[in-house]
């Protein structure tokens, strides 16, 4: 295995340059995009730094110097401009401010790497050892990169990030297009794409609680409604959401409402960001009643699978397994067990598993749902 090189990369402080560095490269030119951010004390990620990379060259880009949206987007939002990204998922929300919509066409090298047989979630670090032979350094990947000025190491680091996504890029494509998944793969990007501009937040968050899924329909209801003022509020505050109100919390707010304010602060003790103020709202909420129009617009709560349900869902994961084996694709990939789990319960076909997933799945899944 072999070191990793040194990248030299420009280190960009104006809108100017970064124009000048973008304006090099040509239409339709694959370009490497990663980001370093922060998410420690807030609900949305701070963008700490964007790296670059097309043609051997490198570019450290310093978000809290100058806006870079304006120069991004008519170079990375076109419909022909082809980016590459490493597990975007994180990346592309800490730039959706600055893109919106996302890239014109994300290459997701980790969904890549899934597609060709290599694994589900594997690591940048782990896919450059097995296609480039270099073994990256993990040193800085705790890093502070929103302190100023950073070091050597860190812009070393920061730079290695997008110096091998071409090689990665190259070598992919081509094994997606002999095993012929590069339309799946294009599908799952622009899918990733699509959840990553999605950023008003789930509105029916109480359906990951499946420890609620038994109970009344106006106290799902009730629950659904804490949810969404938790998204507003944190939001609006820019605080990360168990700090206003944990999952655990939640849960024993709706199942049990406080008699009185006192009762409420008493309960909530230790919520971080739960001032007196949020505490009056969530006091208000806790006791308005709750309307039949809030119940119908509750989606229910899927519990886990009994019974004959369970049954289904062995059958289910067998057919999945199968499946995968003869696709060369990992099960998770094709279709997380939670997924299952969720549609041998509601019967409702699952979003997750439309496209390329439902040619596979629709004509075997419906026949083994219990009777």
């Given at each position: 295995m072999s070191p990793p090189e040194t990248a030299a990369a420009d280190w960009i402080v104006h809108p100017d340059a970064l124009q000048a560095w973008l304006a090099t490269i040509p239409i339709g030119a694959a370009v490497g995009l990663d980001t370093e951010f922060m998410r420690r004390n807030t609900f949305y990620p701070q963008l700490a730094l964007l790296q670059l990379?097309?043609?051997?060259?490198?570019?450290?880009?310093?978000?809290?110097a100058f806006d870079i949206g304006?120069?991004?987007?008519?170079r990375l939002g076109g419909d022909a401009a082809v980016t590459i990204m490493h597990s975007a998922g994180e990346d592309l929300e800490t730039l959706a401010p600055l893109l919106p919509e996302g890239?014109?066409?994300?290459?997701d090298t980790q969904i890549a790497a899934a597609f060709a047989g290599m694994g589900l979630g594997i690591s940048y670090r782990a896919l450059v050892a097995e296609l480039a032979g270099v073994e990256l350094d993990k040193g800085e990947t705790r890093s502070d990169w929103l302190q100023r000025p950073l070091t050597d190491s860190q812009r070393n680091y920061a730079a290695l990030d997008v110096v091998y996504l071409r090689t990665l890029h190259e070598q992919l494509a081509e094994r997606l297009q002999q095993r012929d998944r590069s339309a799946w793969h294009a599908e799952d990007c622009a899918r990733l794409k699509l959840r990553a501009s999605h950023r008003?937040?789930?509105p029916q968050p109480q359906r990951a609680l499946r420890g609620a899924a038994d109970w009344?329909?106006?106290q799902q209801a009730l629950l659904r409604r804490l949810l969404l003022w938790?998204?507003?509020s944190a939001r609006r505050l820019d605080v990360p959401r168990p700090w206003l109100l944990d999952d655990a919390l939640a849960l024993n707010l709706a199942q049990q409402p406080p008699r009185s304010l006192g009762d409420l602060e008493q309960r909530s003790r230790g919520q971080r960001a739960l001032r007196s103020a949020q505490r009056g709202e969530l006091f208000e909420l806790?006791?308005?009643p709750v309307s039949d129009e809030e119940i119908a617009a509750t989606a229910r709560i899927p519990g886990h699978p009994q019974g004959e349900a369970k049954k289904a869902l062995a059958a289910m994961k067998t057919l999945v397994d199968n499946l995968a084996g003869e696709l060369d694709l990992p099960p998770g990939l094709l279709c997380p067990r939670k997924v299952l789990?969720?549609?041998?319960?509601?019967?409702?076909?699952?979003?997750?598993?439309e496209g390329w997933r439902r040619d596979v799945l629709h004509d075997r899944l419906p026949a083994l749902l219990p009777g």
């Open positions: 990379g097309w043609n051997g060259r490198y570019a450290l880009v310093d978000p809290l304006a120069a991004l987007q008519p890239p014109g066409q994300l290459f008003e937040g789930d009344p329909p106006a938790r998204e507003r806790l006791t308005a789990e969720e549609y041998v319960v509601t019967a409702e076909w699952p979003e997750f598993l």
